[in-house]
């Protein structure tokens, strides 16, 4: 193992993470800190619901390429001869894993970011792609039918966990399906405020097709 690219590259993988995309869209263009309005968080969501469509389309898409990023780092690993085939899962996962961190915890922007829904999406779309394809399908339908992103997020998380049961998305290697039952709860955990404002009915919508 060639540990000092592997060292840095993992680090890699965070700092990309760190970038606060919302944050720096929001300061650049609007003059205003995301995260002091709305649910407070400087993630896609948030970004949507405090600045509108175009910026929060923008920002996700970024977040989401962040997470892709990180994780085919550990492709280079294996190009380079920093780690072995049978290692590149983990590897996956732990780049990955340090962007979510770097979007939650961002280095740059004083440790306050988001809640790494985008960044996830991102990390497993390069892992599972076709996995991540339904999940895209299920948060897309849940959006049309309710308008509540956080339940969208909730619902391709959980469908991620349930859908590698099946056979033809059976992954490999067992970590990754553990993997994907901790994500769906960490997923449930972060949006715990959200699922009070649901059961409240107090939960922000987001607007579709001119629908408030």
């Avoid at 590259?9 to 929001?26: E, Q």
């Avoid at 263009?29 to 619901?49: K, Q, V, W």
């Avoid at 790494?116 to 497993?124: K, Q, Y």
């Avoid at 299920?138 to 590698?164: E, K």
Wanted: glycine residues 10%; charged residues 10%.
């Amino acid at each position: 193992m060639n540990l000092p690219l592997v060292l840095a590259l993992l680090v890699a993988a965070y700092l990309l993470g760190s970038i606060p995309t919302a944050l720096w869209v929001g300061r650049r263009f609007f003059g205003l800190d995301i995260r002091e309005h709305g649910s407070g968080n400087a993630g896609a969501t948030n970004t949507f619901r405090v600045l509108g469509k175009k910026p929060g389309s923008i920002v996700m898409a970024i977040d989401v390429f962040k997470g892709w990023a990180a994780t085919m780092m550990a492709t280079v690993m294996l190009n380079q001869g920093a780690i072995r085939p049978d290692q590149l899962l983990y590897f996956q996962l732990a780049c990955g894993a340090l962007a979510v961190i770097g979007h939650i915890y961002p280095v740059f922007a004083q440790f306050r970011g988001g809640k790494g829904v985008a960044t996830v999406l991102g990390m497993m779309l390069a892992i599972a792609p076709a996995t991540v394809g339904v999940c895209i399908l299920v948060f897309l339908a849940m959006l049309f039918l309710f308008r509540y992103v956080s339940l969208a997020s909730m619902s391709a998380g959980v469908a991620f966990a349930f859908l590698q049961l099946l056979p033809p998305f059976r992954p490999d290697n067992n970590l990754l399906l553990g993997f994907g039952f901790v994500l769906a709860v960490l997923l449930i955990y972060t949006h715990r405020a959200n699922i009070g404002r649901l059961r409240a009915g107090t939960e922000s919508r987001v607007p579709l097709f001119g629908r408030k």
